[in-house]
Nanobody
Framework: QVQLVESGGGLVQPGGSLRLSCVGS????????MSWYRQAPGKERELVAAITSTGGSRNYADSVKGRFTISRDNGKSAVYLQMNSLKPEDTAVYYCKGTYLRAYWGQGTQVTVSS
């Protein structure tokens, strides 16, 4: 049974930091490119950051460049999103996605940035 389980979301003040984690099981994690998406209320889901299967290449949405960092640990079947200097507009449900021969999605974790 394939699973992607996100954790680490919560409520944080503007300027604060959070680290999201996503752990995969039931598939060969190291073969999959991994990415983080987010969806704010009333908006479409958007790509935030992506990393190749080996971690050798990463890319980011312009809105998070310089603030967010994606990383992975294939030994732990995990991908992370370090989010710094958070802004209210970062508020959304964050999803991880694994892509190779097919795509798998996690259930999402809520991030709320508010004072």
């Amino acid at each position: 049974q394939v699973q992607l389980v996100e954790s680490g979301g919560g409520l944080v003040q503007p300027g604060g930091s959070l680290r999201l984690s996503c752990v995969g099981s039931g598939f060969i994690f190291s073969s999959y490119a991994m990415s983080w998406y987010r969806q704010a209320p009333g908006k479409e889901r958007e790509l935030v950051a992506a990393i190749t299967s080996t971690g050798g290449s990463r890319n980011y949405a312009d809105s998070v460049k310089g603030r967010f960092t994606i990383s992975r640990d294939n030994g732990k079947s995990a991908v992370y999103l370090q989010m710094n200097s958070l802004k209210p507009e970062d508020t959304a449900v964050y999803y991880c996605k694994g892509t190779y021969l097919r795509a798998y999605w996690g259930q999402g974790t809520q991030v709320t940035v508010s004072s």
